[in-house]
């Protein structure tokens, strides 16, 4: 009976042993597979004409990895997804209703990207903070920008929100206003004729001291992220982290009815592949940062671009973007 026993025992540990090599063998090979990933995304980031920093999260998996992570990258527009997310928690915790309305007025016009700027016209134009949430982050409107980072709290309240959620090496500072003033070396104002005048600064300041702002723009660190950084938030949102779980789907529904940058993450994976995304341009920088949800129930995936110091044109720019996309979608739907 004890040798009976001894056997079976030793077929036990047999068994266990081999369960062991087995998912070691799998865990070594998945990680080897990982490298090359990493070897193909760090040979298109060299397309980008610039720095390029990547970020990869398989949702379902925790697969995860990073290309030149040790910078930090201004994130132009994608800066509107922490302010969205602590929006939001402002809503949650009953300090403001989607469905209140604000008076937009002529001094909330911005300069920059946006359609509110054609509703001025008739001053006294009333929108919920519904609305302004969603030109936000739809059209990448920069008055809505504004408006929204105001109710969530300003800049303050933002970076307060990333630190207690352990989101480090991302920092939200200034207003779009501020942020487009010293990128050019202006100081700008909102209202009904900031467009105009805009352009009228603008087009009279010598090209050194807008190549000079644009240099000191490049190396400021406020408002900037790791991919690492920005990869983590979009996690924490997918997964109801950061956000319960109705603010969160809400969240992505708007991201995935993105109306700009068609030809970065989106360029060139198939047709209808859902992408939640939000784009960011300035001056030497192009981004998008996103959730892609693969075919075949293979699960969802964060990528996440930034592109800086780029001597390339934006459309070429975008289309390194779209290669990096592209290549995360195949690795792990045929890995």
Not at 214 to 220: A, I, L, R, V, Y
Not at 263 to 288: C, E, F, M, S
Request: some cysteine; glycine content about 8%; hydrophobic content about 40%.
């Amino acid at each position: 009976m004890k040798k009976l026993f001894r056997v079976k025992f030793n077929l036990l540990q047999i068994c266990c042993l081999m369960l062991i090599f087995v998912l070691q063998s799998t865990h070594l090979n998945a990680q080897a597979s990982l490298k090359g990933l990493e070897t193909e995304l760090s040979r298109l980031a060299d397309l980008s004409g610039g720095k390029m920093g990547i970020g990869v999260i398989h949702l379902e998996t925790d697969q995860r990895l990073y290309v030149n992570n040790n910078e930090r990258y201004p994130l132009a527009s994608t800066y509107k997804v922490p302010i969205a997310v602590q929006l939001l928690k402002r809503v949650e915790k009953g300090e403001l209703n989607l469905n209140d309305i604000t008076d937009v007025q002529p001094k909330d016009q911005h300069p920059g990207s946006g359609i509110l700027s054609n509703l001025f016209v008739a001053p006294g134009v009333q929108l919920s903070l519904r609305n302004q949430l969603e030109l936000m982050m739809i059209l990448s409107d920069n008055s809505a920008t504004d408006i929204c980072l105001n109710a969530a709290g300003g800049p303050e309240k933002v970076k307060s929100m990333l630190k207690k959620n352990k989101i480090r090496n991302m920092s939200i500072d200034r207003s779009t206003i501020s942020l487009i003033g010293d990128w050019l070396g202006l100081k700008l104002e909102g209202g009904a004729t900031s467009n105009k005048e805009f352009m009228e600064q603008y087009n009279n300041l010598p090209k050194e001291v807008v190549m000079e702002a644009s240099e000191k723009f490049g190396k400021d660190l406020r408002d900037t992220a790791t991919p690492q950084a920005m990869a983590e938030l979009l996690q924490m949102i997918w997964s109801n982290k950061i956000l319960k779980k109705e603010s969160s789907e809400l969240l992505v529904d708007i991201m995935s009815r993105c109306q700009t940058g068609e030809g970065r993450l989106k360029g060139l994976l198939p047709q209808g592949t859902y992408v939640a995304h939000k784009t960011g341009t300035i001056g030497a920088t192009t981004n998008d940062v996103g959730i892609i949800r693969l075919p075949q129930n293979k699960g969802n995936v964060v990528v996440v671009a930034f592109v800086k110091d780029s001597d390339l044109s934006v459309p070429e720019r975008e289309r390194a973007i779209a290669h990096v996309a592209r290549s995360v979608h195949d690795y792990f739907l045929f890995q």
